[in-house]
């Protein structure tokens, strides 16, 4: 089992968090090193877990001296979920054709369509019981990352609620892990831990979130 980070309560709108909070320490290190391994971030529900991946994702890619600034066009349009080369993922409900099957790049589709809810500045939706995170999913993430990024220095594929990967999904997604990427960096968030197989918490450096007081 990988070794877990605890992360104290923090404030999640806090803009300076991966520079000034100590419990951070070990992802600074990774930046600056050039270097991010899969990550898993669990904790309660609105226990800042997005807020951090987001953070990490403009810290990684900002143009600025002190990162993340939050001002530059790379920290704001991550923010916004506008950047091509981060990418938010979540349970989504497949679409229907007009002849009523199921398309298999629905998903994607209407991921990227939403992805605009889970922005920095908003508050996530409320998640349906019922969705999954389907394999389609996943092999479009694999396809992705095997590509350059647009024009970030690293692109990175935030896993929302990552417990909702379907079993299929689960299983590509253990593949994705263990091939190295370069540039590409994968964060999972979970409410619930003990819901993913072991063999992928085992491949990422687990981090634990506190609910906030």
């Known amino acids: 089992m990988a070794r877990a980070v605890s992360v104290p309560a923090f404030d999640p709108l806090s803009t300076g968090l991966i520079d000034r909070d100590r419990t951070c320490t070990s992802l600074t290190a990774f930046l600056a090193e050039g270097r991010l391994p899969s990550l898993l971030f669990a904790g309660p529900e609105s226990s800042g877990k997005r807020t951090l991946a987001l953070r990490l994702a403009q810290a ?84 992705e990352m095997s590509r350059p990024p647009f024009s970030a220095a690293r692109r990175f594929f935030i896993i929302l609620h990552a417990e909702r990967m379907t079993t299929e999904a689960a299983n590509a997604f253990l593949k994705t892990l263990e091939e190295p990427q370069q540039q590409s960096a994968l964060v999972l968030t979970t409410s619930a831990p003990s819901m993913l197989p072991d063999t992928i918490r085992s491949r990422c450096r687990f981090i634990r979130f506190p609910a906030v007081a």
């Not at 993340?68 to 349970?91: K, Q, W």
């Not at 790049?105 to 349906?128: C, G, N, V």
Request: net charge positive; proline share 11%; hydrophobic share 35%.
């Open 60 to 143: 990684a890619n900002c143009a600025e001296t002190t990162r993340p600034c939050g001002t530059c066009r790379s920290c704001r349009t991550i923010a916004a979920l506008g950047h091509p080369d981060v990418r938010v993922l979540f349970p989504a409900r497949k679409r229907r054709r007009k002849d009523d099957n199921d398309d298999p790049a629905s998903a994607i589709a209407l991921m990227l369509e939403q992805s605009p809810d889970y922005a920095l500045d908003r508050t996530a939706p409320p998640l349906d019981p019922g969705l999954s995170i389907p394999v389609d999913a996943i092999r479009w993430v694999r396809r």
